[in-house]
């Protein structure tokens, strides 16, 4: 069984707000077992999952870590929020926070429209990992910022995510998504055009996004190279 079951087994009885004693009784085992399945060391039965599902009002689905829904039904991609749809939306205090969103919103939509085209699921499934996990990263950094916040909510620990388990995941995503298109091109599989005139025409808008992350990436990574040149002479 995935640790997703044993983390989502011990949120939700922190969400309920009782205690691991009082969930024990009420599901009809020992504190220690219940510990055990919590923590990942047991797995339980079929009897206790339903027992739990039950218990917390979820599906087998969501406790087992399959869907984000609570009642186990799939999220269709035109059922996701879409922030960047809402007019006039300004991230509140900071225009600067919203031109950088929308810079990445709108250069993120030209390359996954670009994979769509490609028609690579791997390398979709790829490209959204490492995407993922650095908006993982960003976000858990600003979370443990201030030294105060309970990390309990992220299943990676807080040690292996110090230790750099998260940038290698990213890495590991990258490569997958190296070897899909790899694989892609050996099939001779056609790619859509990517010069400047096809992107130009096919995204009028959100092409301008992607030049200028494109631009200012490769600024800042030829600055940090001239620096650290500089630093070994």
Known sequence: MSSNFSRS????RQEKGVSQRSAAKDLGISQALLSHYENGIREPGLAFVVKACNYYSVSADFLLGRTLTRDGTTIGADELYDYSAEK???????????LSKKLLVNS???????????????????ASDYISTAVYQMFRHLYRAD???N??????PAREFAA????????CAQVDYVDALALHAKE??????MNHDALSQNYPGPYQS?????????ERVNRRMAARRAETK
């Open 147 to 149: 030294g105060t916040q």
């Open 210 to 218: 992607l030049l200028q992350i494109i631009h200012n990436t490769g």
């Open 188 to 193: 001779k599989g056609t790619f859509p055009p």
């Open 88 to 98: 006039d939306n300004v991230l509140h205090g900071s225009i600067m926070a919203t």
């Open 9 to 12: 087994l011990s949120l939700l």
């Open 164 to 171: 750099g388990l998260a940038d290698a995941d990213m890495i």
């Open 151 to 156: 990390e309990d909510f992220f299943a990676v």
């Open 108 to 126: 993120i939509s030209v390359l996954f429209d670009l994979l769509g085209k490609v028609g690579r699921r791997d390398a979709i499934r790829a």
